[in-house]
């Protein structure tokens, strides 16, 4: 059936399985916005105020609900807007197609309005990217974005439509998924070169060597990173826990790959990791890593980490393997998959002795209570315990990150949302709406900071509009906390341009988007915000005072040994 670039694009998304866009419109894309009018009822369509925040919208949705996020813009200032966004899901492995237009083949290279080398743009930060010049490509072109967002490590997708291609007119003739790879473009594709779409099948002399390295072991730890959440390893990870009784340190990434109050979680691991995982680190025998990049939040030190230790490394992607920590043995593999056949072939193991070592260290660290602010752990602990169990939190990045993942215990993947390799201010909010939409039975939360809710408060009116009821919790120092922080302890308590007690009044901001606000400064205040948040059922903004010079603690120096505290 001949149908037109833009209404084959729609179906090629209804083929997939998408029912939810995050975009905004401009000239270029209108075509498709002009068709996507009639599928109101196959597709919805969450109109952001930012191409950003739809751009990390479509990011939370896709790592909350392990689907594919889709995210659309027009050209020019349109699709650079999206970068940041892309970026952050291509550092965490984020499957998410980006879909913009661009002005049409006769204009490409003209210097035309809104004109962009958009591909070569996000060509370092995508798994893969395409331009489409002319309808004839395109439907083989998303099936392929789709395929390779999804498949492996997974990771965003760009594909650049230029304008013509979704005017003209082409034959096209739907293909179920599941034949994707045996008709067309794709199964040559897969032919060529099938570690692109599918999982390497683990060595087995790896996997025999690993099982001998941990009968071996004495003083054995276990490092769950962002590989266990993004392949939904939780359940083989938790069985693998216990049968080698080994603990478990968890990265920023991993959280949600252990349950951070299971028995054997020792907290997290690195710069601000808590004392019992930065010790386990440096003492123990062998270390396994399922998952873990190794970044330089991680191992500060690279040649002093786990110095005393064989250390084993479990990941899907061979290009990390040896990339920052030289490795004594490694599996390439699915996470769930290795894992599964470890747990089939190793025995059960007894390291008491070695876990009273470990959890003679703190895994939190202890504030001082009291006063006209709260502290970090007084508002995790309180929302924790008043939210519901499986509450999706989404965070911005800086020090109320840090404190979310110590304090605020997650259980299962896609539960935490945080931009850990990229480091996103501004990712919080668009991604706790994207969660929202994604997991409409889920009570969602985001947790920012006053300098990173300045940068993506405008999406209060996306989440207004539609009604998502997202709970926004903003740690107000009234401060960038964490570059206060270095310059505390690095640079002399020079505070160059970092205070912010400039406004603006975030209640009065939250009222002016229709919601509502409170500020709190002490529990009792907080908990009524909470009960009043829970049952008002729409947006709701919490202002929380906490003081100007709270640090997160422990910290260790960037490139020092991971035991070398600055302060505890």
Avoid at 534 to 541: E, I, R, S, T
């Amino acid at each position: 059936m001949k149908m037109t670039g833009a209404k084959i694009l729609l179906e090629c998304l209804v083929e997939q399985g998408v029912d939810t866009v995050f975009g905004y419109p401009g000239g270029t894309i209108l075509n498709v916005y002009d068709e996507l009018y009639h599928y109101g009822d196959k597709i919805t369509h969450i109109l952001t105020s930012h191409e950003q925040g739809a751009s990390h919208a479509a990011d939370g949705y896709a790592r909350s609900t392990g689907k594919v996020g889709v995210c659309f813009a027009t050209s020019g200032p349109g699709a650079t807007n999206l970068t940041t966004g892309i970026a952050t899901a291509y550092y965490d492995s984020s499957p998410v197609v980006f879909i913009s237009c661009n002005v049409a083949e006769n204009l490409i290279g003209k210097d035309s309005f809104q004109e962009v080398d958009i591909t070569g743009i996000t060509m370092p930060i995508t798994k893969s990217n395409y331009m489409v010049t002319h309808v004839d490509k395109l439907a083989e072109t998303v099936r392929e974005a789709f395929a390779v967002a999804r498949s492996g490590r997974p990771g965003p997708v760009f594909i650049d439509i230029l304008k013509n291609a979704t005017a003209e007119e082409f034959d096209f003739e739907p293909l179920p998924p599941e034949q994707h790879f045996k008709d067309g473009r794709l199964a040559t594709l897969m032919a060529r070169d099938a570690d692109k779409f599918e999982a390497p099948t683990p060595d087995a002399d790896d996997i025999a060597a690993v099982v001998e390295m941990i009968k071996e072991a004495e003083k054995p730890l276990l490092i769950c990173g962002g590989g266990v959440v993004r392949g939904r390893a939780h359940k083989e990870f938790g069985v693998f826990a216990e049968k080698v009784d080994a603990p478990v340190a968890i990265t920023l990434m991993g959280g949600g790959g252990y349950p951070g109050d299971g028995k054997l979680a020792t907290g997290m691991v690195g710069m601000h990791g808590s004392r019992a995982s930065n010790h386990a680190v440096a003492a123990c025998d062998l270390l396994i890593a399922v998952g873990c990049r190794f970044s330089d939040r991680v191992a500060l030190n690279p040649s002093n980490f786990a110095k005393q230790a064989k250390i084993v490394h479990i990941d899907i992607d061979r290009s990390e393997i040896n990339k920052n920590v030289k490795v004594d043995r490694h599996i390439i593999g699915d996470a769930a998959q290795v894992l599964s056949i470890l747990n089939e072939r190793i025995e059960q193991s007894d390291h008491t002795e070695w876990k009273e070592q470990v959890f003679s260290f703190p895994t939190e660290t202890v504030y001082e209570e009291g006063g006209d602010t709260l502290t970090p752990k007084q508002l995790l602990s309180t929302i924790s315990r008043m939210m519901p169990k499986d509450t999706v939190v989404a965070t911005d990045v800086g020090q109320h990150q840090m404190w979310s993942i110590q304090h605020f215990h997650f259980d299962y993947p896609g539960q935490l949302l945080t931009s850990g390799g990229f480091g996103t201010m501004g990712f919080g909010l668009g991604a706790a709406i994207g969660a929202k939409v994604g997991n409409p039975d889920k009570t969602v939360i985001h947790i920012t900071g006053d300098g990173c809710f300045r940068m993506n408060c405008n999406e209060l009116a996306t989440e207004q509009h539609y009604d998502i009821p997202v709970i926004t919790f903003i740690f107000n120092n009234q401060t960038l906390g964490m570059v206060r922080q270095w310059q505390t302890l690095i640079y002399n308590k020079q505070y160059s341009h970092t205070t912010l007690t400039h406004g603006p009044d975030f209640v009065a901001l939250a009222e002016a988007y229709g919601l509502k606000g409170k500020r709190v400064s002490t529990v009792e205040q907080l908990e009524e915000a909470i009960r009043e948040a829970l049952a008002y059922g729409h947006g709701y903004v919490v202002d929380c005072a906490i003081q100007m010079d709270e640090m997160v603690r422990p910290m260790v120096g960037g490139g020092s040994p991971i035991t070398k505290f600055i302060i505890c």
